[in-house]
């Protein structure tokens, strides 16, 4: 196998530190990405380049394509493998990063710091097995979805790159080979709490609390670590709440993938709701429904609750005090959630102000849209009109009330029309990645080398308020077609 020739990395604003690095050697190994056979670069996401502080003119040079299979490295990168431990699907088990390595985290102009790390780029010390490669389906889907989450305004890792690698995968069948550059506030996971917790280690365990703090909730330096949770959990609460709002559905949300910075990490098997039905379920391997569209804030609490039990030695000194502490924050989430969807939801329906009633009025559209098989992205955008807010959009006597009631309310409030519909039409998106036409998109690309569906999808997720050049790609699929699954892509 013969891997790229030899090039020196351009400077091109690289600004790498190591404050990770810096936490006690339990939770991270050495690594080294395993050398491609070749590097090419398939989609490389300028915007955020240059948010990083970085010059993407010379990263799309052919000869730089290594740094983004890890054949080449950056200026003062240090590649390490992050330990974390997880529930994976409610069963505990020692992890860490098999398949990415973690090049540094790249301050920005701003003072901000964000991971760069490498998926796919081969073995760890954490493989348990695995070759630590990806395939550039799920690579090109993670880029894909993260961007569209990032324009729909919802916190999410992002991806700078996709590069092939020259090899094959091999999975059930072989498949082109890619490493994926994502970009992360950090990887700082539940997971990576009950890491230390496993270990018993109350040193290293309260060295991540306030690395942790320090990062992500620099007002918080000085508070108590009962504080700090209730801070993670407000951001977590505020999430699950935005995925709702434009219907997803994370599909695998295991404690190893809920960072603490309040970021959407991981997709693998996510997907949207076409037809809005609260106990869809996508994954192929979810078969009891555990991570069902509608479970997914009871699945936040439940993670969360994992991470009070790892955090139980720095809550309080008195282990039953410290229990009553975790518990009495974890009853706080239910509420906090609900407060966080139904702001949203509000927004969605072009409302300022709160009414008592509100959460009926949503409710009744949601069971309304249920019960008729509507879809919920299209439904949501159908009423963003100003013939909808005069008239009901759809005849059925059910929503004709519904509406009746509806136009009542937004009567009650100030604010004319201009201002409801602006409101209405900033958070109900036109363009969603539909699940069919991802899927299009990917096929192209893998199959037939053909980019060009990925990228005409690409510019239309990333602008979701606006009108699209191709209203067919915010088409629901054929009638007739079969159940949409989604794999874990590894």
Same mark, same amino acid.
């Not at 400077?11 to 790498?16: H, K, Q, R």
């Not at 020692?94 to 710091?113: K, M, N, P, S």
């Not at 365990?205 to 670590?225: I, M, N, Q, V, Y």
């Not at 309040?262 to 391997?285: K, M, N, Q």
């Given at each position: /196998?013969?891997?790229?020739?030899?090039?020196?990395?351009?400077?091109?604003?690289?600004?790498?530190?190591?404050?990770?690095?810096?936490?006690?050697?339990?939770?991270?190994?050495?690594?080294?990405?395993?050398?491609? !056979?070749? +590097?090419?670069?398939?989609?490389?996401?300028?915007?955020?380049?240059?948010?990083?502080?970085?010059?993407?003119?010379?990263?799309?040079?052919?000869?730089?394509? $290594?740094?983004?299979?890890?054949?080449?490295?950056?200026?003062?990168? @240090?590649? *390490?493998?992050?330990?974390?431990?997880?529930?994976?699907?409610? #069963?505990?088990?020692?992890?860490?990063?098999?398949?990415? *390595?973690?090049?540094?985290?790249?301050?920005?102009?701003?003072?901000?710091?964000?991971?760069?790390?490498?998926?796919?780029?081969?073995?760890?010390?954490?493989?348990?097995?695995?070759?630590?490669?990806?395939?550039?389906?799920?690579?090109?889907?993670?880029?894909?979805?993260?961007? $569209?989450? #990032?324009?729909?305004?919802?916190?999410?890792?992002?991806?700078?790159?996709?590069?092939?690698?020259?090899?094959?995968?091999?999975?059930?069948?072989?498949?082109?080979? =890619?490493?994926?550059?994502?970009? $992360?506030?950090?990887?700082?996971?539940?997971?990576?709490?009950?890491?230390?917790?496993?270990?018993?280690?109350?040193?290293?365990?309260?060295?991540?609390?306030?690395?942790?703090?320090?990062?992500?909730?620099?007002?918080?330096?000085?508070?108590?670590?009962?504080?700090?949770?209730?801070?993670? /959990?407000?951001?977590?609460?505020?999430?699950?709440?935005?995925?709702?709002?434009?219907?997803?559905?994370?599909?695998?949300?295991?404690?190893? @993938? /809920?960072?603490? +910075?309040?970021?959407? *990490?991981?997709?693998?098997?996510?997907?949207?709701?076409?037809?809005?039905?609260?106990?869809?379920?996508?994954?192929?391997?979810?078969?009891?429904?555990?991570?069902?569209?509608?479970?997914?804030?009871?699945?936040?609490?439940?993670?969360?609750?994992?991470?009070?039990?790892? /955090? *139980?030695?720095?809550?309080?000194?008195?282990?039953?005090?410290?229990?009553?502490?975790?518990?009495?924050?974890?009853?706080?989430?239910?509420?906090?959630?609900?407060?966080?969807?139904?702001?949203?939801?509000?927004? !969605?329906?072009?409302?300022?102000?709160?009414?008592?009633?509100?959460? =009926?009025?949503?409710?009744?559209?949601?069971?309304?849209?249920?019960?008729?098989?509507?879809?919920?992205?299209?439904?949501?955008?159908? %009423? +963003?009109? $100003?013939?909808?807010?005069?008239?009901?959009?759809?005849?059925?006597?059910?929503?004709?009330?519904?509406?009746?009631?509806?136009?009542?309310? %937004?009567?009650?409030?100030?604010?004319?029309?201009?201002?409801?519909?602006?409101?209405?039409?900033?958070?109900?998106?036109?363009?969603?990645?539909?699940?069919?036409?991802?899927?299009?998109?990917?096929?192209?690309?893998?199959?037939?080398?053909?980019? +060009?569906?990925?990228?005409?999808?690409?510019?239309?997720?990333?602008?979701?308020?606006?009108?699209?050049?191709?209203?067919?790609?915010?088409?629901?699929?054929?009638?007739?077609?079969?159940?949409?699954?989604?794999?874990?892509?590894?």
């Amino acid at each position: /196998m013969s891997a790229d020739p030899l090039e020196s990395p351009t400077s091109a604003g690289w600004n790498l530190d190591h404050s990770y690095s810096r936490l006690p050697g339990l939770f991270f190994r050495k690594a080294a990405p395993a050398p491609a !056979k070749s +590097s090419g670069l398939v989609v490389f996401n300028d915007a955020l380049a240059v948010s990083l502080g970085l010059d993407p003119e010379p990263l799309r040079r052919p000869d730089q394509a $290594a740094l983004f299979t890890g054949n080449l490295l950056p200026p003062g990168a @240090n590649p *390490i493998a992050q330990a974390y431990a997880g529930h994976q699907f409610g #069963h505990f088990t020692t992890l860490g990063d098999g398949r990415a *390595i973690l090049l540094g985290e790249q301050i920005a102009a701003d003072g901000r710091r964000f991971d760069i790390q490498l998926k796919g780029s081969g073995r760890t010390a954490f493989s348990r097995g695995g070759d630590g490669l990806a395939a550039l389906g799920p690579m090109l889907r993670e880029y894909l979805i993260s961007e $569209a989450m #990032h324009a729909l305004g919802i916190p999410t890792t992002r991806s700078l790159a996709v590069a092939t690698t020259g090899e094959s995968v091999f999975r059930n069948d072989g498949l082109p080979g =890619a490493v994926l550059t994502r970009v $992360a506030a950090s990887h700082i996971r539940v997971g990576t709490f009950q890491w230390a917790a496993a270990h018993e280690d109350r040193a290293a365990l309260e060295a991540l609390a306030d690395h942790t703090r320090r990062r992500h909730f620099p007002g918080l330096e000085e508070a108590s670590h009962l504080d700090f949770f209730g801070a993670v /959990m407000e951001r977590q609460a505020s999430l699950v709440a935005k995925w709702l709002q434009v219907g997803f559905v994370h599909g695998v949300m295991n404690t190893d @993938n /809920m960072a603490l +910075s309040g970021e959407t *990490i991981d997709y693998g098997p996510c997907a949207f709701l076409d037809r809005y039905d609260p106990a869809t379920v996508f994954s192929s391997i979810d078969h009891a429904g555990r991570y069902a569209y509608s479970q997914q804030p009871p699945i936040a609490r439940w993670n969360l609750a994992r991470l009070a039990e790892a /955090m *139980i030695p720095l809550l309080h000194d008195d282990g039953k005090k410290a229990v009553e502490l975790a518990n009495e924050a974890l009853h706080q989430f239910e509420g906090i959630f609900q407060n966080h969807w139904l702001d949203g939801m509000r927004a !969605k329906l072009g409302l300022f102000n709160h009414e008592p009633e509100d959460r =009926a009025l949503v409710q009744q559209l949601l069971d309304w849209m249920h019960a008729n098989q509507q879809d919920f992205t299209g439904t949501f955008r159908s %009423l +963003s009109t $100003a013939a909808a807010l005069d008239q009901p959009a759809f005849p059925d006597p059910a929503f004709v009330s519904w509406h009746a009631a509806w136009k009542a309310r %937004l009567n009650r409030q100030a604010g004319g029309p201009a201002e409801v519909l602006h409101r209405m039409q900033s958070h109900n998106p036109r363009v969603i990645p539909r699940n069919h036409r991802v899927e299009e998109a990917l096929t192209a690309a893998t199959l037939h080398a053909d980019f +060009s569906p990925f990228h005409k999808l690409l510019a239309a997720i990333t602008r979701p308020f606006a009108e699209t050049a191709d209203p067919g790609l915010d088409s629901l699929p054929p009638a007739d077609s079969p159940r949409y699954q989604t794999f874990c892509g590894t």
